[in-house]
């Protein structure tokens, strides 16, 4: 009796224990299925090989079968090889038996290409999940970045396109011949395109990130006459002109205002143009518009005085000739006559050749012809003819100075003009002294020196530069158009020689030539 209610209770303990050991079961059946639940449920592919089974699939959730085409059946108890193939399974055998060898976990980038032949940029995760202590299981996660490397890729080429035009924004603004600068409302400066200029002033510079006239002006608050400062606090652009180590500079400043807000200032933008050039021209033009101003008044005022000039020799000319012809005029008052009739129309003929040779200037038409010429028989000619025309015994002409022999290729009639021109100036202001004619020869510089010395009157200093522009005449009352001169430096100028005059005011003047000898 005894035993059959051990033997019961026995069994019932038994039994208790099955039942609980089945519930245990159960629970872990039931945890295991909601495990699975999850993992199959994951956005991502999870994939688990059975390392000590040749890598064969012992897992593979829906997504896994989504992204490959391939179902879990296909997949489970398969390898890579029977799946992918002779090639693509030998590179993911190669990875996983590296990773199973060093115990590390595998991370990386990989193209994966599906069955319908699409490539899809992917992030490999590989882990080994031990069991006992032992190698079991390989657990792969694959997460699809095609979209993020698609993303990737497209900043990458704009970052290029902008890195691209960047450069070329820089040599754009590299290669123009002023300066450029960004500066902030509180003066600071955001950047700076300055190579064409800065090597102009030493020591000054604007540099990003700096307070500009800190660097630049090397102070430590704003010039007073300051463009930025006068264009940040107008709203307006202002120009002004400033001079810094032998520069001239045009500033231009002008105002930056907010895209949000438009009428708030947030900067400025200053122009640097070096204008050095730009004023030495407009002075030129200033200089060479009042010349050409200067020369319209005098030849207004020379052909005013033309009719004058002309019509003196030529009413001396009528009259005495008129007089000539009268029966009660004596014989000597005949060839006095003729002498004022002579010396008019030799008058009258230099205005009238000195009005030709200007009219030649003017259309640049004047000639020269090239021959040999003797110097010393050309000036003895010249100085005969000074002495016949010298009508005061007070005054000496004399061929002072020569060369034994002197024979150059030269134009005679325009050599002659030139001294001529020289020497009849030279007995018109000379009222008493001398007058000496000659010439040296400079071996060494291959030129040869001409000159005309006289004791007049002499030139005051600050007339002299003036005495061979055109239509001048320094004494209005002498007679003459004021072309000789002007004449004389084109003709020299044309020989390719030089022309000058010295002179003292009272004490005389040595007016010179050199030509190529």
């Known amino acids: 009796m005894a035993i059959n209610i051990i033997l019961i209770f026995a069994i019932c303990l038994l039994l208790l224990w099955v039942y609980n050991l089945r519930k245990a079961v159960d629970k872990a059946n039931h945890s295991n299925r909601f495990s699975f639940n999850i993992l199959d449920n994951l956005p991502f592919p999870i994939i688990v090989k059975d390392i000590q089974n040749d890598f064969r699939y012992s897992y593979w959730n829906k997504e896994a079968s989504t992204q490959s085409f391939i179902s879990s059946e296909e997949a489970l108890g398969r390898s890579d090889f029977e799946i992918y193939g002779e090639e693509q399974g030998k590179k993911y055998r190669t990875i996983d038996l590296a990773l199973v060898q060093a115990g590390v976990t595998y991370h990386g980038e990989e193209k994966y290409t599906t069955p319908d032949g699409v490539s899809h940029d992917t992030i490999i995760a590989k882990s080994i999940i031990l069991q006992n202590g032992e190698k079991k299981w390989l657990l792969a996660i694959r997460w699809e970045i095609t979209q993020l490397k698609n993303y990737e890729r497209e900043l990458i080429t704009a970052k290029e396109q902008l890195e691209q035009a960047i450069r070329k924004q820089k040599l754009a603004l590299r290669s123009i011949n002023f300066g450029l600068i960004y500066i902030d409302k509180n003066y600071k400066v955001q950047w700076e395109e300055t190579t064409h200029i800065s090597s102009l002033v030493k020591g000054r510079q604007y540099v990003p990130g700096k307070i500009c006239y800190q660097t630049s002006a090397l102070r430590d608050s704003p010039c007073e006459p300051c463009a930025f400062k006068k264009a940040i606090t107008s709203g307006k652009i202002v120009r002004h002109h400033i001079h810094i180590d032998d520069v001239d500079f045009e500033v231009t400043a002008t105002p930056v205002f907010d895209d949000k807000n438009e009428t708030e200032i947030i900067g400025g933008l200053l122009r640097f143009e070096d204008i050095t050039e730009k004023m030495k021209i407009d002075q030129m033009l200033k200089e060479a518009k009042e010349k050409a101003e200067e020369s319209n008044r005098l030849k207004s005022a020379f052909l005013a005085n033309m009719s004058h000039e002309i019509r003196t020799p030529l009413n001396a000319i009528v009259g005495f000739s ?40 003017e259309a640049g038409t004047i000639e020269f012809n ?24 007070d005054v000496q002409i004399t061929f002072a100075e020569k060369a034994e022999h002197c024979i150059i290729n030269t134009d005679q009639k325009r050599l002659s003009q030139v001294i001529i021109n020289l020497a009849t100036n030279a007995l018109k202001f000379t009222p008493k002294g001398s007058i000496k004619m000659g010439y040296r020869i400079d071996a060494e510089a291959h030129e040869i020196f001409f000159y005309v010395k006289d004791t007049g009157i002499g030139i005051p200093a600050d007339q002299k530069d003036k005495v061979f522009e055109r239509f001048v005449k320094l004494n209005t009352f002498a007679k003459g158009t004021g072309l000789g001169l002007a004449i004389c430096r084109v003709i020299i100028e044309r020989l390719n020689g030089v022309i000058g005059v010295d002179s003292k005011e009272g004490e005389g003047s040595c007016f010179w030539f050199k030509i190529p000898y």
């Open 370 to 393: 090239f021959t040999s010429v003797d110097i010393n028989e050309l000036l003895s000619r010249i100085c005969l003819q000074m002495q016949a025309k010298n009508t005061s015994p």
């Open 322 to 361: 008129d007089m000539m012809c009268q029966e009660e005029v004596s014989q000597e008052d005949k060839t006095d006559f003729s002498a004022i009739i002579s010396n008019n129309n030799e008058l009258l003929l230099q205005l009238i050749n000195d009005i030709l040779d200007l009219s030649k200037i």
